[in-house]
C-alpha cells in the first residue's frame, strides 16, 4: 500500500481509520529504511510482521515474481511445489553469479540486497562481539571445514609453491580434512601439557618454519574455538610468527563468536601480527539451521578474493535464516544470549564441580579461560583400566538417556584419517594423562539443560559404581578358587 492507495482506500472507509493503519504501516517502514541506511543490526528486535513484510518486499523484486515476466532461460526462479516457494519466502534465485558469490544478480535484485545487508548485519555483529577492525566478511552456504578449504584454495594463487600448512593438533577431523580437499600435507604440531591444560608449542611451530622453509608453507592454521583441556592456541604469538616469516594465517573460530576470549584473541592477533582471514559457523553460534558460516578477515581485497574463488551461485537459505535470527534477536537480543551463556557457564562449572568431587574426581583446571570460555573437563580417572570399558560405557550411557553433545573422551584411541595417525584421538595429545568428559556451555543452553544433565550423569556414574562393586566379589572368588587347586596340588 502507497500513499496513493491508502487515499482511494479512504474513499470506502473512515478516512481517520485508514490514516491510522497508513502510521502503523509507517512504522515498519521506518524499521526497514533504518536497516537500509546505517547497514547495521536494529538495537531492538523486529516484530514478525516487519519481518515478512520486508523479506515479502524484498521477493518481488525478483523476477520469478513479476506478473508479467516472460521467461525463456535455464534457470528462471521456477519451483514446482508451493510449500517449498513458502520456505523460502519466493526467493528462489540465490545468491551471487556464477564468478562471484557476492555479485550482483540482474534478474534478482531482491536477493542480492539480501545478500549485501546479511553480509553488513553479520560483520556488525562481529565487531560487537570483540573483533572491532575486522573490516569485511561474507556468508557462505558451506559449514566450516568447507570454508577454511575454499580460504586454503585463495592462498595457492598467492603462493604456487606451497606444499604444506601448519597446524597446532586439535582433534576434530573436519578441519584436518579441509587441508587435505584442499590439496596439502598437513604438518601436525602436538601440543604440550601445561598443568592440565594443552597449549600452543610455538618454539615446535617455529622450528617446522625454519625446516621447512617459508615460501613452501601455505599458511599457519590455528584455532581459537575447542573442547577442553585444549585451549584456544596462542594467537597473538603465532601471528607474530606470521607476520616476522610474512606467512598467511587462517584462523578456524568455529564457534568462537560467542565467546569473548575467542574473539580478543583474534582481535590482538591482527593488531601485533598476521591474520588473513578468520571462519566462523552459523549454526554454532547463531542458532540456525546447518549449513553455512563466516568467511572474515581485515583486508578487504582478500576476502573479496575469496569469494571470487567460489564456483557458481549459492543457496540463499543460510543467509535469510541469519538474517531472520539477527532482526528477530537485535544487537541487545543476541547480546543477552551471550551474557546469559556466560551465567550457565559459572552454574555449570560449579554443578560439575561438585559432582566429580562426590565422585572422588575433579574439575580440570584451565585457567586460561575462567567464565569466558565455552568448555569444561571433568577427570574419570577413578573409571581407567581394563581398557577404559567404563569410560566408553559412560559415553554410551549418557547418549541412550538423552544426554546431548557430551564427549567421554578414553585413553589410548587411534584414529586414521587420510593416511594421517592420530595417537590418543579425540585428547588433542598423544599422552594425555587422565581419560575424562566434555560438556559445554554454548549459545542457547539453560539452567534446565544443565540440571537435568547433572543429575543423569550423577546416576550413570552411580551405576558404573555399581557395577564396578558388583564385579569385585566375583573376582575375589575366582582368585580363592585358583588357590585351591594350587594347595591341592
Known amino acids: 500500500m502507497n500513499s496513493e492507495n491508502f487515499s482511494l ?35 531492538h528486535g523486529w516484530s514478525e510482521s516487519t519481518i515478512e513484510l520486508f523479506l515479502s518486499e524484498l521477493a518481488l523484486m525478483d523476477s520469478n ?62 565487531r560487537l562481539s570483540g573483533v572491532r577492525s575486522a573490516s569485511s566478511c561474507f556468508v557462505v552456504p558451506m559449514a566450516t571445514g568447507m570454508s577454511l578449504t575454499l580460504c586454503f584454495l585463495t592462498l595457492r594463487h598467492r603462493r604456487p609453491k606451497a606444499q604444506f600448512i601448519i597446524w597446532p593438533r586439535i582433534d576434530q577431523k573436519s578441519c584436518f580434512k579441509a587441508m587435505i580437499t ?32 617459508a615460501e613452501n608453507i601455505l599458511c599457519v592454521h590455528s584455532t581459537t574455538s575447542c573442547f577442553a583441556p585444549r585451549v584456544p592456541d596462542r594467537l597473538e604469538e603465532l601471528a607474530t610468527l606470521c607476520s616476522k616469516h610474512d606467512i598467511p594465517h587462517i584462523v578456524n573460530n568455529a564457534y568462537g563468536v560467542q565467546s569473548s576470549k575467542c574473539m580478543h584473541l583474534i582481535q590482538q592477533g591482527s593488531r601485533v601480527g598476521r591474520i588473513d582471514a578468520f571462519v566462523q559457523s552459523l549454526d554454532k553460534n547463531f542458532m540456525v539451521p546447518v549449513g553455512g558460516a563466516i568467511i572474515a578477515g581485515f583486508d578487504d581485497a582478500f576476502i573479496q578474493e575469496i569469494s571470487k574463488m567460489y564456483p557458481g551461485r549459492a543457496s540463499a537459505s543460510p543467509s535469510l535464516d541469519v538474517l531472520i535470527t539477527l532482526l528477530t534477536l537485535g544487537a541487545s537480543g543476541y547480546k543477552r544470549l551471550l551474557s546469559e551463556r556466560k551465567e550457565i557457564y559459572s552454574f555449570l ?18 585457567p586460561i579461560t575462567p567464565f569466558h570460555w565455552v568448555s569444561l573437563t571433568m577427570s574419570l580417572s577413578g573409571f581407567q583400566g581394563d581398557n577404559d570399558k567404563a569410560v566408553t560405557q559412560l559415553g554410551s550411557m549418557l547418549f541412550t538417556r538423552q544426554v546431548s553433545g557430551a564427549r567421554v573422551i578414553p585413553l589410548g584411541k587411534e584414529q586414521t584419517i587420510a593416511g594421517h595417525t592420530f595417537r590418543g ?35 550413570c556414574l552411580k551405576s558404573l559404581k555399581k557395577e564396578a562393586a558388583k564385579s569385585a566379589p566375583s573376582e ?6 585358583d588357590c585351591s587347586v594350587t594347595d591341592t596340588k
Not at 516457494?85 to 540465490?94: K, N, P, Q, S, V
Not at 600435507?185 to 622450528?207: K, S, Y
Open 9 to 43: 482506500s479512504e474513499k470506502i472507509v473512515s478516512s481517520s481509520y485508514i490514516r491510522q493503519g497508513s502510521e502503523a504501516r509507517r512504522g515498519h517502514e521506518q524499521l526497514i529504511r533504518q536497516l537500509l541506511e546505517q547497514g547495521k543490526c536494529p538495537e
Open 65 to 126: 515474481n513479476f506478473l508479467s515476466n516472460c521467461g525463456v532461460g535455464e534457470r528462471e526462479g521456477r519451483v514446482a511445489s508451493s510449500l517449498v516457494a513458502r520456505r523460502h519466502y519466493r526467493l528462489i534465485h540465490g545468491i551471487g553469479r556464477s564468478g562471484d558469490i557476492a555479485a550482483i544478480q540482474p534478474k534478482a535484485a531482491g536477493s542480492s540486497l539480501l545478500n549485501k545487508l546479511t553480509n553488513s548485519i553479520v560483520l556488525d555483529i562481529l
Open 182 to 213: 584442499a590439496g596439502y600435507e598437513p604438518v601436525v604440531v602436538e601440543n604440550v601439557l601445561e598443568g592440565d591444560e594443552l597449549r600452543t608449542d610455538l618454539e615446535a611451530v617455529e622450528r617446522k618454519i625454519e625446516e621447512l622453509g
Open 349 to 366: 562449572a560449579q554443578e560439575l564441580k561438585s559432582l566429580a568431587s562426590a565422585h572422588g574426581e575433579r574439575l580440570l583446571h584451565t
Open 425 to 459: 584421538f579425540m585428547s588433542h595429545s598423544e599422552a594425555y594423562p587422565w581419560p575424562y568428559l566434555n560438556a559445554a556451555s554454548a549459545v542457547g543452553i539453560t539452567r534446565d539443560d544443565v540440571t537435568v544433565c547433572i543429575k543423569r550423569l550423577d546416576k
Open 476 to 481: 575375589t572368588t575366582e582368585n580363592q578358587k
